[in-house]
């Protein structure tokens, strides 16, 4: 499986801005799909971004408009961009890579909070 380790999220105020990064250790991670979702506290892991190989992207619409997924081949680093976050965006956020029929493990995570 491949390997990911997200970063970057904090505590921020409602209308905050923040970053995630998820570094993997595939060499072939340019051919990967990559993937974001969440889970917020007692709730399930929902879909909330993903990235293909090819740069094409989709977004669960809870998030569109707000949040971007991209990718950086080169550092082997997928990212998410989140801004005008809201308290509902509280959750745990995971990232794993995906070249079909094969899925990756997802990684530990990095909590964001969005204060009230």
């Known amino acids: 499986q491949v390997q990911v380790e997200e970063s970057g999220g904090g505590l921020v105020q409602p209308g905050g801005s923040l970053r995630l990064s998820c570094v993997a250790s595939e060499s072939l991670f340019s051919q990967y799909s990559m993937d974001w979702y969440q889970r917020a506290p007692g709730k399930e892991r929902d879909f909330v971004a993903t990235i293909t190989a090819g740069g094409d992207t989709n977004y669960a619409d809870s998030v569109k408009g707000r949040f971007t997924i991209s990718r950086d081949n080169a550092k082997k680093t997928a990212y998410l961009e989140m801004r005008n976050l809201k308290p509902d965006d509280t959750a745990v956020y995971y990232c794993?890579?995906?070249?079909?029929?094969?899925?990756?493990?997802w990684g530990p995570g990095t909590q964001v909070t969005v204060s009230s």
């Open positions: 794993r890579a995906r070249r079909p029929p094969f899925v990756g493990n």
